[in-house]
């Protein structure tokens, strides 16, 4: 970021490649979630090479594999966790596998990569939390809604630069689509998904603990329902949490699946994040009734102004991420912090069903 | 309102004048804040006729007296008492005065209008209950967040009419300017103000009732605090509060004071409304970042549709305010939804005191 005069603006134009071909390798499976395409395209984008990729449905990677002519598919998922080439497994399993899968690949000195949420239940987090001591690998999870945000991502280094003072709120909206009839059997299945604040949820803890600057937190009040679709018992179609960080951060989330039909988005998902000297709000997917999303809206002592992101920010922590298990550093996401927002996520999960 | 094709719109133009001059006659005193003003003119646009104002400070009402040429200054408040001609009395006193001053016009056989927050303990409004019962006079209170803004107004029209299904959640975000050196002293005396939620809050807790549809609600978390000014060890600067109404909705608000000095408004108050087919965000005072307040975002099923409030709403609260009283009925705000929300709004500053 640099600041221009009075004017906020991002400055770097696209994602670094940090390696050369080659220099990184790693392998794509469980095409389950769509956000597989997202981590593999930010990995390849930061220069990492795909050698595999592994899913019981071959249409699910077609397009992968021609976007990536030099790997190929394997129809035994042994064979990349034999593969002393492969440094990292990156997957997008059904939510309640993940844990399973990320342990099995850490076991053969793999670095796991998986989509959120990583966990279902607080007993995978506590045997991935002993895998990473066993294994020295690591856990990191794609929490894409800061991670393969431009205005997301930016709004972390404008906080970070002081652009709105302390922090003293962080509160997130964020209503989906559900498309039921697009959605796979196991959506609507509660073992499976984990329930709305652990599955959802982690990416809205993920950014408390981000923009917030908090290790830890206390969860004061956290509610999970079915309020509207009675027809999928198992749905919760409406999460909400009340979070008082570490550092006397205030933290709220609402998630849904009440993201309306006319609505030009898959959810019209909003951050606000309060400090001592200004404010900003990222309205990331759409800016209703003006646009597209992608935009930061900054308030402070001196300026008010909106900071346009997407094409201008790129997607910097797949370059880190590489580079942290090619250094063997933790930089791009401490470990700590990853476990975290998912341990906070399924605190409150439960609360909410108490 | 009426629906033009795929189009929301409000019908009204301006403020009816419900009567002719002198067929309604009220009194304005204790101008210690500001709001005293709107709630003038809130009355004299919808036919109301002034005749006495009350106040130590002679400069704080020479313009009412310019704008209102019938009306006539006393020294003595008594001489309002007296007046049998006078039906109502507006005032916005330090809040901590203002259920006392109510009373003491009802049992002179006047209904009351004050400024909110009507109440600074339960104890006042128990009396003020009290008082209703044995005076059979209103105890009325001007939320103004609502009742004059006309995006806050006609947002409860387009929920009465359905625009966005049965609502789920109503959620406030409301800053504001701290400007502490234009403050009078009772400001940062937490006697006289009652607290963050109290004071201000009141109005937030109005809106959950209002769009809600809800008649009593459990607050879940509340929080009061002073997280930026240690200067004023009484004010308090951030609160919040989660509520569940007895209907189910959900509501949350944030308030604070801390609105930065480059906005253009004293606060980019915000209302967002979740229903299960829609949901709509009202700006009040400002779009940030593109022109000024009195919009309604409405998206759902059908549109996606910007609607320009100002000018075209009007505030039909107080005219229905003068028609109950001549009438004897209770329309424009149910006694008893006006002391609910103050009574969960002191509901929730204890539970964020204790």
Known sequence: MSRDGMNYQPLSAATEQVVKPGEFVFAASHFDHGHIYGQISGLTSAGGTLKYVFDADPERYAKVLEQNPGAKAVSDFQEILDDPEVQLLTSA??????????????????HYLTDKSPFTTLEQLAEAREAVKRTGKKYAVCYSERLLSESGWYA????REGAIGRV?????LAPHNLAAAGRPEWFFQKEAYGGILTDIGSHQFEQFLTYGGGQDAKVNFA???NVGNPEYPELEDFGEASLTLDNGVSCYCRIDWFNPKASRTWGDG????????GYLEIRKYIDVCNGGGGKIFLVNNDVEQMIECNGKVGFPYFGRLILDILNGTDEAMPQEHAFK????SMLAQQMGES
């Open 93 to 110: 399993a059904i939510p309640n596998l993940r844990c399973g899968i990320g342990i099995q690949a850490m076991d053969a000195g793999k």
């Open 156 to 159: 972390g280094e404008l906080i």
């Open 168 to 172: 003293l709120q962080v509160l997130n």
């Open 223 to 225: 509610r999970v329902d």
């Open 270 to 277: 909003r951050t606000f994040v309060l400090g001592t000297e």
């Open 341 to 344: 927002a998912a341990e906070l």
